[in-house]
């Protein structure tokens, strides 16, 4: 039977080692996403990716907050993050630095993220948007183009915390 590993030997990071390691060139764009929880969430997934930072967009909660800590159990201390009173504004803000903005959305013509290929060199953003709503269609318009999530089940619709672990786990393979 495998010996059951104890804390260190899983090698986490300290955050002050998570903060000087070297980071994926993705930043996280929450398109005014209202729950806390879905917020906390994406934070974690973000350390566990090592994502350069999180930018969280008009009505999207920002830390410190109890229900955002609940779920990302420390993450808010090791990812950077920065409010930004518009998605719209951090899109451009974005581009303007040189990153590939894309929407994680359901349009046609969209690109199935099974088919979406990074360019290694390039920087990227990726954009959720709310859990009603989605990702605005002026947000659409800025973006380079939207990646779909294929999905094949009846409801064709994931909870946004879950779309951003499907997609950063795609992505950042292609960085491994």
Known sequence: MPQKKTMPDLERKT?????????????????????MHNVGSVFRTADA??????????????????????????ATETVTWKHVDT??????????NGYVVYAIE???DSIMLHDFTLDKNMKYAFVFGN???????A????????????QLGSKHSLNISVSAGVVLWEISKQYL
């Not at 955050?15 to 729950?35: C, M, N, Q």
């Not at 998605?87 to 303007?96: P, W």
């Not at 947000?139 to 294929?150: A, T």
Request: proline fraction near 6%.
């Open 15 to 35: 955050v002050a080692e998570f903060k000087d390691a070297v980071k994926t060139p993705i930043v996280v764009v929450l398109d005014e996403v209202r729950s």
């Open 49 to 74: 990716f090592l994502i350069e930072a999180i930018y969280l967009c008009g009505i999207t909660p920002t830390p410190p907050h109890r229900d955002i800590q609940k779920t990302a159990l420390g």
């Open 87 to 96: 998605t719209l504004n951090a899109v451009i803000e974005l581009k303007q």
């Open 106 to 108: 359901q349009v046609h």
């Open 131 to 137: 859990e009603v709503h989605g990702v605005s269609q």
């Open 139 to 150: 947000v659409i318009k800025e973006c380079m183009g939207v990646i779909e999530i294929p």
